[in-house]
């Protein structure tokens, strides 16, 4: 009687530890679920704040670009837009102040945009009753001497200063909440191994101290059945000893139909040739091998059906030697679950319809199979006019040819050609007009065969904005005046639509980085670098276009400020190359002296960004070349050019090096040249390819000496 009292009061403690264990596993599964929630409001949180941001620095350019439309045409339609984005400026700070009340930095930050948008919207008010009143002349004079470009510039930089912040706070928000699911999962994983082992131990004792009764199935009986999952042990002969309700409900069998029976014969394969020992491991080493991990494996219903499993094994030394206890959990659902995700993947159902793109995905023969919302507006066509259609009915020449198999190439190898990169051509829509596309490819397995999935874009606005530029380009080459017209033009028409794009897009990337699958990562990586690229080339071209128009006039300045003022510029570029930049004194000169800034600053980011592996080394210096003039040398340890090229590379659009392989526009150094021009000097370069290169430039000297 003792020892049956014993055994009970293990029994019990046995039950009692699973009960306690299984508590504790889901009071931390709860707690982690409130743990990704939190995480998920914070989120949508700091989303919210960074679109209204971005919605209020836009409302703010809107308000400036339209003022200064107004005074150079006098168009009313921009005072529509104008009050229109003052209205919106005005209630995104609203909107802004209440989502960050609880944020007095931000506040802070707040209250100042506040005050510099309420004198940049004062100095338009004042522009615009100019214009009204006294013309187009007064008004350009008055906007000119007024501070409103640099209120835009303090404008967009304080409100850079916000995003950054919620950004950082969102990374730390996210990294204590990864902290705390990490810490989650830690209690969790020790939570149930420690329940398995007090399981285990408790079994074990139970075994022990009955070791010569042959009732197996009375030892560990209130531990297994009390188990969510069904539970089996096994002996060393792989048979089955002991199991529990659970494992007849999930196997079709009553107990006395397995007790005896082989583990194989409802775990045909995987279990037991996991347990068996061979000449270079023990049954024991061969069991070790498997503790602890979630094994998947197919078990068989006495009815004959299969079903997908995921076992737990935990070894029990018995008398008659070590047993396998395995928990095994039916994982048909979550299974289900994984093949419905990944059919509804390998469809690209929701990326496609999310895609700001047309869409469509084209099997080996050339036929449409599957197409998003924006391909049907695109091309005027309904969904079903189009699936099973050939692609070549609405892109008519040059995308299947590039797809084509041939003597030399397979199908794969024509694709692998074309991916990543983006081809230009013309398509057709279904009323027989056509209009210019641009598209990117993207390979695709499937059960069909290779697949490939072309976002297409219709390219007709940027290529009238391409004309437009070029002709604007060409204009500026022809009068001074007229380049800064375009400026102001080129400001509204392009910089501001390109700002939505790029802010937008960067915007995707942030939100839905690694939670789409790789193409749509991939896709909206090409919009930021593409809208990237774009904003770069616009704005080397209004900088290009600003010398020589309307500027400061020439003063006495000292050139060595100017040079470490474009050193600060270049702070970003200098630390990641670790490049080494020196001078001599510097003298004082008759300069623009932003344009002299600008001029420091390209030559000394080319000697950088124009390198072979190594260090690069930078040295700039002057000397005096009369009674008053100076000849400045940036010269470089980089690539080296050669002599064929040297008048080339100072013209537009010049590149020598492919776009993979160095960053750029091919403009820089035109406004290199453009500048030292404007300051009656000449500019030329000195050198050779592999040995460096020498930029040399003259400037008139100023009063002060160096």
């Known amino acids: 009687m003792e020892t049956k009292s014993l055994v009970n009061r293990k029994l019990q403690f046995a039950i009692g530890s699973a009960v306690l264990a299984l508590f504790v596993v889901g009071a931390v599964s709860y707690r982690s679920l409130v743990v990704s929630t939190e995480s998920d409001l914070w989120v949508r949180h700091t989303d919210q704040v960074l679109e209204k941001l971005q919605d209020l620095l836009a409302a703010m350019q809107t308000v400036e670009s339209n003022t200064r439309g107004y005074l150079l045409t006098g168009d009313d339609s921009f005072l529509d837009l104008y009050r229109a984005g003052k209205a919106e400026a005005t209630k995104d700070q609203i909107i802004l102040r209440n989502l960050t009340a609880d944020n007095a930095g931000q506040q802070l930050k707040l209250d100042t945009l506040a005050i510099i948008a309420a004198r940049s919207l004062q100095l338009a008010e004042q522009a615009l009753e100019l214009r009204r009143t006294n013309g187009l002349e007064a008004a350009t004079d008055a906007i000119q001497k007024k501070p409103s470009k640099q209120l835009l510039d303090d404008f967009q930089g304080l409100v850079g200063q916000m995003q950054d912040e919620e950004l950082r706070l969102l990374a730390l928000r996210g990294e204590i909440a990864n902290r705390r699911l990490t810490q989650t999962k830690t209690i969790l994983i020790l939570g149930t191994v420690l329940g398995l082992l007090i399981a285990t131990v408790a079994g074990w004792s139970v075994q022990r101290d009955n070791s010569e009764s042959k009732d197996s199935g009375a030892k560990y009986r209130g531990l297994l059945e009390a188990a969510p999952d069904a539970m089996v042990v096994v002996n060393q002969d792989g048979e089955i000893v002991l199991l529990n309700v659970q494992a007849e409900k999930q196997f079709g069998y009553r107990r006395d139909e397995l007790v005896g029976q082989k583990v194989k014969n409802i775990i045909p394969e995987g279990f037991a040739e996991r347990l068996i020992a061979d000449a270079l491991r023990t049954s024991a080493d061969a069991l070790a091998q498997q503790i602890g991990t979630g094994i998947e494996l197919t078990g068989r219903r006495k009815n004959g059906s299969d079903f997908p499993i995921e076992i737990m094994l935990s070894p029990l030394e018995s008398a008659e030697g070590i047993l396998v206890t395995a928990a095994i959990r039916d994982i048909s659902v979550r299974r289900d679950a994984e093949n419905h995700l990944a059919r509804m993947e390998g469809r690209y159902r929701g990326l496609l319809e999310a895609a700001p793109d047309a869409m469509v995905v084209v099997n080996p023969g050339g036929e449409i199979v599957l197409l998003n919302v924006q391909a049907e507006k695109q091309f005027g066509y309904s969904r079903d006019e189009l699936v099973g259609q050939k692609v070549k009915n609405i892109i008519p020449e040059g995308f299947a040819e590039r797809l084509v198999a041939d003597a030399l190439r397979s199908a794969e190898d024509a694709?692998?050609?074309?991916?990543?990169?983006?081809?230009?051509?013309?398509?057709?829509?279904?009323?027989?007009?056509?209009?210019?596309?641009?598209?990117?490819?993207?390979?695709?397995?499937?059960?069909?065969?290779?697949?490939?999935?072309?976002?297409?874009?219709?390219?007709?606005?940027?290529?009238?904005?391409?004309?437009?530029?070029?002709?604007?380009?060409?204009?500026?080459?022809?009068?001074?005046?007229?380049?800064?017209?375009?400026?102001?033009?080129?400001?509204?028409d392009l910089q501001e639509p390109l700002r939505m794009v790029a802010s937008y897009t960067q915007l995707l990337s942030r939100r839905y980085k690694g939670k789409l699958d790789a193409d749509a990562d991939e896709f909206i990586a090409f919009a930021v670098d593409g809208a990237s690229r774009m904003q770069r080339l616009i704005q080397d071209l209004l900088t290009y276009s600003r010398v020589g128009t309307k500027g400061q006039d020439m003063l006495d300045v000292s050139s060595e400020d100017a040079l470490q003022q474009a050193l600060i510029n270049l702070r970003g570029a200098i630390e990641d190359s670790g490049a080494l930049v020196t001078h001599d004194p510097l003298p004082a000169v008759l300069a623009d002296e932003m344009q002299l800034v600008q001029l420091f600053q390209n030559l000394v980011g080319n000697a950088i960004k124009y390198q072979s592996p190594g260090i690069p080394k930078v040295h700039i210096s002057a000397s005096r070349n009369g009674p008053n003039k100076w000849v400045f040398s940036v010269k470089d340890n980089g690539l080296g050019i050669d002599p064929q090229y040297f008048e080339k590379i100072f013209g537009m659009f010049q590149r020598l090096h492919k776009r993979e392989e160095f960053a750029g526009t091919g403009i820089g150094l035109a406004i290199c040249k453009k500048i030292v021009e404007r300051h009656g000097g000449s500019i030329s370069v000195e050198s050779e390819p592999g040995n460096g290169s020498t930029f040399q430039f003259a400037l008139a000297g100023g009063e002060r000496k160096s």
């Open 415 to 492: 694709l692998a050609q074309q991916i990543g990169t983006g081809i230009e051509l013309t398509a057709r829509r279904k009323n027989g007009s056509n209009f210019p596309i641009e598209l990117m490819l993207s390979p695709l397995e499937s059960a069909e065969g290779i697949l490939v999935t072309a976002a297409i874009r219709d390219i007709t606005t940027r290529k009238k904005a391409e004309a437009n530029l070029l002709d604007k380009v060409e204009e500026l080459n022809r009068s001074n005046e007229e380049l800064g017209q375009f400026a102001y033009i080129a400001s509204h």
